[in-house]
Every structure is written in structure tokens, then in C-alpha cells.
């Protein structure tokens, strides 16, 4: 098994992954669901207790990739087929993201939690009629490998941002961005340098209503050059061996 699957999550469709998938699930349903953030946007605020239902139910399915694998279908006409988005960053790397992540990310569309057109509405779609398919299409998306794909910065804030990035967030999203599963924490390893960017931005900016508190004040104390470096870094990170 390749090192970077913690949890069991295959990315061949071996015959054992079923049962090593819903066993290392239900280990995460607590570590995921207990954290859901604190709520403020008005328009977020409605969607709150109907996300975190929705969040719970589906940590709770037992997924299949392969029935997701259909799913992904329409996702793949903006994600890609391989699930590496767009380099520009307007599209993100969803490939590889951990399952926890995926599925968080898909319930706080469709319920005001994060706000974005294109996503918002691919996450209502008919064919994601209820929490089993959202476990399906994100457990597929969480097997396709990620690679390192995206454009990075030009290099000039890289030393001021690694080292912010050390200091300010290492610590939940790891050395090179790996994040983790089990916690919920999303992998930034090889992201789009341009989505990266974006995301100080739509955080404290309230696009983001489900990211916590914590990373609206961390964001906020940085200046350009930080933000810049700190995306260049991680967009980068997804060129390490041992991180697909
Ligand atoms: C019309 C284009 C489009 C379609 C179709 C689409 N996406 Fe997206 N997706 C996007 C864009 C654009 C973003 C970035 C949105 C933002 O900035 O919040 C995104 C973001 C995401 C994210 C958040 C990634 C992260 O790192 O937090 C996930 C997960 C995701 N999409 C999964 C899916 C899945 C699964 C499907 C199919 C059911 C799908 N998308 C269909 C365009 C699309
Ligand atoms: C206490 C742990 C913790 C710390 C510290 C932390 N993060 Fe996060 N981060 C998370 C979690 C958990 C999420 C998922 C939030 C959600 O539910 O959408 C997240 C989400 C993100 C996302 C969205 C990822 C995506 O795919 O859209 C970005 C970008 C991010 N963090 C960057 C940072 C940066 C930069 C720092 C340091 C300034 C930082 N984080 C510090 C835990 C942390």
C-alpha cells in the first residue's frame, strides 16, 4: 500500500478497500462532525443546523467509489476527469482531497455554509439527491490521484512565506500541507497557486462562513507578500516525493 493513504482510502479498485473504507470512516465520524465551526453570516445561519444533519448523515454512509465513479460525471466537466481543476486556480484540485474534506466542503455548498454560483449548484444537482451520494462522489474523488499540476508564484515571497507558514499553520495542515483525514483538516499539497490566493480573500471576506474564526483572524494579520508566499509555498509542496 502507498504510504500516502492513512486511511485506508484505495485509489486502485482493489477488492479489500470496502470494508478498510467504512471501517476507517466510522473512526471519523466523531473527529468531523463534533467540529462543526461557529456560524455568523446571517445568510449562513439558516443553513447551519440543516449542514451539520447533513454533514453527520453522510460521515455515516458507507461509501462506494464505484457508484460515485458515475457520479463524478458532471463534476468532471469543470474538475477535469482527473480531478486536477483548472491551473488558473479558477478551478480547484479535488483529486486526492481526503473524503472528510470532499464531503464537508459538498454539504456547505448546498446549505449556505460556503458560497460559490458554480458550486452551490453543482452541489444541488439531481443526481446528488441525498447524504449517500454525496459519501459516493467524494470517496471517488478522494481516489484519483493528485500529482503536482497547478502553476506556482514566481519564487520572490516564497522564503517569507514558508516561513509564516511554518510559524502560523503547520501545525493542523503539516509540514507540507498534507492535512488529515481523520480531523477533517484539508490537504493544500499541490493546490493552484490562484485558488490558494483566493481563499485568504474569500474568508475574510465572509465567502466562507464555514471556516472558523481562527482562520479569519490568521488571515487577516497577513500582508501581501505573506499571502503570496504562503500560497507559492504550498502550491509547490505538491512536488515532494511521497505526496501524490
Ligand atoms: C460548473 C463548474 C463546476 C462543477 C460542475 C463542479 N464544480 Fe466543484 N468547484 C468549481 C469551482 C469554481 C470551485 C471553487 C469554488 C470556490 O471558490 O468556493 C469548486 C470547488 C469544489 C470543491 C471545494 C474544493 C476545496 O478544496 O475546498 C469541491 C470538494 C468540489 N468542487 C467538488 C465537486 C464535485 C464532487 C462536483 C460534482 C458533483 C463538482 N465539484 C462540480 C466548479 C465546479
Ligand atoms: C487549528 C487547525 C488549523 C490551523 C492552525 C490552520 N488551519 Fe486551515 N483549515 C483547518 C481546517 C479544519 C479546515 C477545513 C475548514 C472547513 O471546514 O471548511 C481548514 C481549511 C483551510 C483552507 C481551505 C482549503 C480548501 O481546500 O479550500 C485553507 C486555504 C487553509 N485552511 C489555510 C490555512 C492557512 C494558510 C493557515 C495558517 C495561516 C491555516 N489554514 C491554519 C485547520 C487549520
Same mark, same amino acid.
Given at each position: 500500500?502507498?504510504?500516502?493513504?492513512?486511511?485506508?482510502?484505495?485509489?486502485?479498485?482493489?477488492?479489500?478497500?470496502?470494508?478498510?473504507?467504512?471501517?476507517?470512516?466510522?473512526?471519523?465520524?466523531?473527529?468531523?462532525?463534533?467540529?462543526?465551526?461557529?456560524?455568523?453570516?446571517?445568510?449562513?445561519?439558516?443553513?447551519?443546523?440543516?449542514?451539520?444533519?447533513?454533514?453527520?448523515?453522510?460521515?455515516?454512509?458507507?461509501?462506494?467509489?464505484?457508484?460515485?465513479?458515475?457520479?463524478?460525471?458532471? &463534476?468532471?466537466? @469543470? *474538475? %477535469?476527469?482527473? !480531478?486536477? /481543476?483548472?491551473?488558473?486556480?479558477?478551478?480547484?484540485?479535488? $483529486? +486526492? =482531497? #481526503?473524503?472528510?474534506?470532499?464531503?464537508?466542503?459538498?454539504?456547505?455548498?448546498?446549505?449556505?455554509?460556503?458560497?460559490?454560483?458554480?458550486?452551490?449548484?453543482?452541489?444541488?444537482?439531481?443526481?446528488?439527491?441525498?447524504?449517500?451520494?454525496?459519501?459516493?462522489?467524494?470517496?471517488?474523488?478522494?481516489?484519483?490521484?493528485?500529482?503536482?499540476?497547478?502553476?506556482?508564484?514566481?519564487?520572490?515571497?516564497?522564503?517569507?512565506?514558508?516561513?509564516?507558514?511554518?510559524?502560523? &499553520?503547520?501545525? @493542523? *495542515? %503539516?509540514?507540507? !500541507?498534507? /492535512?488529515?483525514?481523520?480531523?477533517?483538516?484539508?490537504?493544500? $499539497? +499541490? =493546490? #493552484?497557486?490562484?485558488?490558494?490566493?483566493?481563499?485568504?480573500?474569500?474568508?475574510?471576506?465572509?465567502?466562507?462562513?464555514?471556516?472558523?474564526?481562527?482562520?479569519?483572524?490568521?488571515?487577516?494579520?497577513?500582508?501581501?507578500?505573506?499571502?503570496?508566499?504562503?500560497?507559492?509555498?504550498?502550491?509547490?509542496?505538491?512536488?515532494?516525493?511521497?505526496?501524490?
Amino acid at each position: 500500500m502507498r504510504k500516502n493513504l492513512p486511511m485506508g482510502i484505495p485509489h486502485k479498485r482493489d477488492s479489500w478497500w470496502l470494508l478498510t473504507v467504512s471501517v476507517a470512516l466510522a473512526m471519523m465520524v466523531a473527529a468531523v462532525g463534533a467540529a462543526s465551526p461557529p456560524v455568523t453570516a446571517d445568510r449562513a445561519s439558516a443553513g447551519g443546523a440543516k449542514a451539520r444533519a447533513e454533514l453527520r448523515e453522510a460521515l455515516r454512509a458507507t461509501p462506494d467509489a464505484r457508484r460515485g465513479q458515475a457520479l463524478f460525471a458532471p &463534476c468532471a466537466a @469543470c *474538475h %477535469g476527469a482527473d !480531478g486536477r /481543476g483548472v491551473t488558473d486556480g479558477s478551478v480547484p484540485v479535488i $483529486a +486526492g =482531497q #481526503h473524503y472528510t474534506v470532499i464531503v464537508k466542503q459538498l454539504v456547505d455548498y448546498r446549505h449556505e455554509q460556503r458560497w460559490d454560483m458554480q458550486m452551490e449548484h453543482a452541489s444541488r444537482m439531481a443526481g446528488l439527491a441525498g447524504s449517500q451520494d454525496l459519501a459516493d462522489v467524494a470517496a471517488f474523488a478522494a481516489t484519483l490521484p493528485r500529482g503536482f499540476v497547478g502553476a506556482h508564484g514566481d519564487g520572490t515571497s516564497l522564503a517569507r512565506g514558508t516561513a509564516s507558514y511554518f510559524e502560523r &499553520c503547520e501545525r @493542523c *495542515h %503539516g509540514p507540507l !500541507g498534507e /492535512g488529515d483525514a481523520e480531523r477533517g483538516i484539508p490537504r493544500l $499539497a +499541490g =493546490q #493552484h497557486y490562484g485558488y490558494l490566493y483566493r481563499q485568504f480573500f474569500d474568508v475574510v471576506e465572509g465567502r466562507r462562513p464555514n471556516m472558523d474564526q481562527l482562520h479569519d483572524t490568521l488571515m487577516r494579520s497577513f500582508d501581501r507578500e505573506q499571502i503570496v508566499g504562503i500560497s507559492d509555498y504550498l502550491s509547490r509542496t505538491g512536488l515532494e516525493p511521497g505526496i501524490r
